[in-house]
């Protein structure tokens, strides 16, 4: 089945340490893009990437990194920098980046503890 | 700065009745707006998309319109169904990416 893979589900990470938050699809889309939601918010976009090996900053890059060395992968890393990094995180994907749709991960829960 | 708005209040509403949803924007220009569907802990659905050019927009019980003018897309859901309930969000094309409102939670009681 075609579609976009978030892991892990949750994820707890102790102040200080950097996490990576994994997503794969493999419907063979150009545009890759995190978001991040917070409780009552929309979603605020962190980077987006419109090709292999370039990507963005979104406007809320900060205390965040990605990588984009294949097609399919764009995983996003939580630095220590991130001040409050608790958060729905979700990862998307469209086959051009304007003018389709895009489709979703199930979403990655952050927790600090 | 731009803003995308949508309804503050959640709307509660009765089985078989229609639910309308504003989107109202500032400081965009799009060439398209897209309305999602999401439900708790997970991630949103698409469900349609207006372009500029286009007054309306239908797909089954959904109805969207899309007024450059006013800067503003009206979303309805004729015929409410329990299984309707869920938060629905805007989506406005922005440089090569999607901007999202806060999304406005509907109920539908039975």
């Known amino acids: 089945d075609g579609g976009i893979t978030q892991s892990p589900k949750y994820l707890f990470r102790k102040e200080g340490q950097n996490v990576t938050l994994s997503c794969e699809q493999n419907?063979?889309?150009?545009?890759m893009y995190w978001y991040r939601q917070d409780p009552g918010q929309g979603l605020r976009l962190i980077y987006y990437?419109?090709?292999?090996?370039?990507?963005q900053k979104g406007d809320i890059a900060e205390g965040y990194s990605v990588s984009r060395e294949k097609k399919e992968s764009f995983p996003l890393t939580v630095t220590s920098a991130q001040k409050n990094p608790t958060a729905f995180y979700l990862c998307?994907?469209?086959?051009?980046?304007?003018?389709?749709?895009?489709?979703f991960g199930q979403g990655t829960r952050l927790t600090v503890v | 700065s731009q803003k995308i708005e949508q309804n503050s209040e959640a709307l509660n509403i009765q089985e078989g009745k229609t639910a309308t949803l504003t989107c109202n924007y500032t400081?965009?220009?799009?060439?398209?707006l897209q309305w999602y569907r999401q439900d708790p802990g997970r991630g949103p659905v698409f469900l349609l998309l207006?372009?500029?050019?286009?007054k309306e927009k239908r797909k089954e019980r959904l109805k969207v319109t899309f007024d450059t003018t006013l800067k503003q897309s009206l979303f309805h859901i004729t015929a409410s169904q329990p299984a309707d309930s869920a938060t629905y969000l805007c989506?406005?094309?922005?440089?090569?990416?999607?901007?999202f409102g806060a999304g406005t939670t509907v109920t539908v009681r039975a």
């Open positions: 989506a406005l094309d922005n440089d090569y990416k999607l901007s």
């Open positions: 998307a994907s469209s086959l051009q980046s304007m003018n389709t749709e895009a489709f």
């Open positions: 990437s419109q090709i292999v090996n370039d990507f």
């Open positions: 207006i372009r500029e050019n286009e």
């Open positions: 400081n965009y220009s799009p060439a398209y």
């Open positions: 419907l063979n889309h150009d545009a």
